[in-house]
């Protein structure tokens, strides 16, 4: 259920400053150090951050997908990295329990995911597969009233500090995505481990690791869903998670052409503000045009998504234009700022590097393109 607009609008505008006089200023500090500071996290968690996209009767704030994207669109105007400190709690290390979990499974975990207690994320990449996510290796045998879990996830976001993991593993013989399986698993049972954190091109203050499961006795009461119902939950998880991060691509996005705007309207070069020369004009009106168009695909596919239509090629739209059209944003930017952008003190070379990681993860643009073509097809144009 919607909020009213006069509440909406006063978190719309509580996020806005927050990340204006709060999280802008420390974007240097957190890149130098790795790391988000503790009372910044804090304060998210009482702002009620890591619950949007969770249900009022579970402590969140139940957003819908148009305000959640709203809210993104706001958040991409810092360091992606603070919101990667709660997006797994919001999307993909949350929403297959709110879609397919059961009343016990929700009434145990999702307020504590909502409060921000715990910390979630979506484990389903292996050192060898990715894209090609029916093919997981991992595998989840039954054995009484456990199933016994065993396998390696690559590139897990927010694995350092997760508390609780979906798991997607192998539990039948049954070829590509029928054998596979979610689970809930948290991290202090035994056989879980967490390896050192990557060192990453971009993204800094948000952590991804290996995760290991050696021999995990996770109770047959942790499973989502029914067996072999793990990709579906993981397809319908990722559809909710592109529409987020294309939100939040835009933001960024709104950010570099906003930086771009200020700069060249004080940098002069031949004698005039650098604005007034149509070549830069030329960037930032590209830009700014591209920037439009992925807002309204985002809200637009939002809306709809509420209205519970079909978005499954909408939502891999957006996420690929939206990606793709912030890489070159921020490409635009260094250029418009010349020497500058190239250096640290600017910030632009930090996001330049930060927006890359945006066309891979949640399905790389290629995955995307295979979804949006078999989409078009299937409904015959």
Known sequence: MALDAETFDALIDHVRRFVAERLRPLESAVEAADAIPADVIDEMKAMGLFGLSIAEDYGGLGLTMLEEAKVAIELGRT???????????????????????????????????????????????????????????????????????????????????????????????????????????????????????????????????????????????????????????????????????????????????????????????????????????????????????ARAMVLETAAAKDAGKDVVMESAAAKYFASEMVGRVADRAVQIFGGAGYIEDYGIERLYRDVRLFRIYEGTSQIQQIIIARETIRRGG
């Not at 203050?205 to 047959?220: I, L, Q, R, T």
């Not at 570099?256 to 604005?275: H, M, N, S, W």
Request: with cysteine; glycine share 10%.
């Open 79 to 293: 360091t992606p990295a603070f919101r990667s400190a709660f997006g797994t709690n919001v999307g993909i290390g949350s929403q297959g329990l709110v879609m397919a979990g059961t009343p016990e499974q929700k009434a145990a975990w999702l307020p504590r995911i909502a409060s921000g207690e715990i910390v979630t994320s979506f484990a389903l990449t292996e050192p060898d597969v990715g894209s090609d996510s029916g093919a997981v290796k991992a595998r989840a045998v039954r054995d009484g009233d456990v199933y016994r879990l065993s396998g390696t996830k690559r590139y897990i976001t927010n694995a350092d500090k997760a508390d609780l993991f979906t798991v997607m593993a192998r539990t039948s013989d049954e070829p590509g995505a029928r054998g596979v399986s979610a689970f809930l698993v948290p991290r202090d049972l035994p056989g879980v481990s967490v390896g050192e954190p990557e060192k990453k091109m971009g993204q800094k203050g948000a952590k991804v690791a290996d995760v290991n499961f050696d021999d995990v006795a996770v109770p047959s009461a942790n499973r989502l869903g029914a067996e072999g119902e793990g990709f579906k939950i993981a397809m319908r998880v990722l559809d909710r998670g592109r529409l987020h991060i294309s939100a939040v691509c835009v933001g960024v996005a709104e950010r570099l052409i906003a930086d771009c705007v200020a700069y060249t309207t004080e940098r002069k070069q031949f004698g005039k503000p650098i604005a007034e020369h149509q070549l830069i004009q030329g960037m930032i009106a590209d830009s700014k045009t591209e920037a439009l168009v």
